[in-house]
DNA sequence: CTGCCTGCTCTATTACTTATAGAACAGACC
DNA sequence: GGTCTGTTCTATAAGTAATAGAGCAGGCAG
C-alpha cells in the first residue's frame, strides 16, 4: 500500500488515510482479508503519531470498512464485491455528490464534462479483480 | 432562496451556506447578477449569527462565485455559462471525486448505479435556463 | 443633512477539533 | 520473556467554528 500525503494540505492528515484506503479498496488494491499495516508501523513510515493513524483506523471501522483486533489487526472487511450499501448511505451519499457536481458545473464544466470525468474516475476503480498486492505490504 | 440548514448537522454552517449557494447556481435558480440577501438579513432569517454569514459569503467570494460591495451587497459573479474553469480547479476537483465515488464503490454501489445517480444529479441542474426568482428573494 | 442599510474590520470568548506526546494494559505469538 | 498488537487514559498546543459587540466608510432614500 503506497499512501501518499500532504501533510501541509488543509485536509487532516487522519482524513487523507481514510480516503487513500477507501480509494485503495475501490480500485481493487485491497481486498476483503487484506492486512493494513499496524498503527505504529504506519505511523512510523509515515513520519506521523500513531494516534493520528488510530483514528483514520478507528474512523474506517466505523465506516464497517475495517476490522480491528489485537489477533489480526487491521484487516479490510468488505470491498466492491461484499454487497450492497448499507441502510442511509446512498441518501447521505447522494447529498455530498450533488454538491461535489454542483461545484464544477458552476466553475463551468458542461455536464458531458462532468459525466465523462465520473466515467473515467469508476473506470479507473476494479483495475485489479484478483488481489495483488493484498498481504504484508510495506508503505 | 429557500436554504435550508441543519444546525445539529457536523458540517459546519457557514459552510452548508456555501454548499446550498453552490447547487442553487448550478440549477438554474441564481443565475449570474442575481442578488443574495444581505449578511445581516441573512443571519436573522436563519437564526444565526451573522458573522457565520460574513465567513461563508467571504468563502464564496475567493471561490469566485460571488462579488462583495457596500454599493449592490452580495451577487452572484458567474454561472455555468460564464466559461471554463480556472486553471487548478479540475484537479483538485477530479481527487475529492475520486474520493467521493470511491466511497461509493466501496459500500457496494456498483459502476453503473454510480453513473446514474451522477447523471441523475447533472440532469437535475439547470432547471431553469432564464432567471426566476433571481432578485429580491427572501429565505 | 439625517438616518438607515450595506460590506468590512477589529477584538474577544467559548467550545470543539487536530495533532502531538507519553504511559499503561491485555491479549497474541514466537 | 520479550515483542508485537489494538485499546485506553491524560495532557498539551494550535487551530477552527460560532458566538458577540463595537465601530467605520460608503451608498441611498427621506
Redesign the interface.
Known amino acids: 500500500m503506497i499512501l501518499t500525503l500532504d501533510l501541509n494540505s488543509e485536509i487532516p492528515i487522519y482524513q487523507q488515510i481514510r480516503?487513500r484506503v477507501?480509494?485503495a479498496?475501490?480500485?481493487g488494491e485491497l481486498a476483503e482479508g487484506a492486512a493494513l499495516p499496524s498503527t505504529r508501523q504506519l505511523a512510523a513510515d509515515l513520519g506521523i503519531n500513531f494516534h493520528t493513524v488510530n483514528k483514520a483506523y478507528d474512523l474506517l471501522r466505523r465506516e464497517?470498512?475495517l476490522l480491528l483486533n489485537r489477533k489480526s489487526g487491521a484487516v479490510v472487511r468488505?470491498?466492491?464485491r461484499?454487497?450492497?450499501?448499507?441502510p442511509g448511505?446512498?441518501d447521505d451519499?447522494?447529498a455530498?455528490?450533488?454538491?461535489?457536481?454542483?461545484?464544477?458545473?458552476?466553475?463551468?464544466?458542461?455536464?458531458a464534462a462532468?459525466?465523462a470525468?465520473?466515467?473515467r474516475?469508476?473506470?479507473?476503480?476494479?483495475v485489479r479483480p484478483e488481489g495483488a498486492r493484498v498481504e504484508g505490504e510495506s508503505v
Open positions: 480516503d477507501v480509494e479498496v475501490a480500485a464497517g470498512l468488505r470491498d466492491a461484499s454487497g450492497p450499501p448499507e448511505f446512498t451519499w447522494g455530498r455528490l450533488r454538491t461535489l457536481l454542483a461545484e464544477a458545473t458552476v466553475q463551468g464544466l458542461d455536464g462532468v459525466l470525468a465520473c466515467g474516475t469508476v473506470g479507473g476503480f476494479r
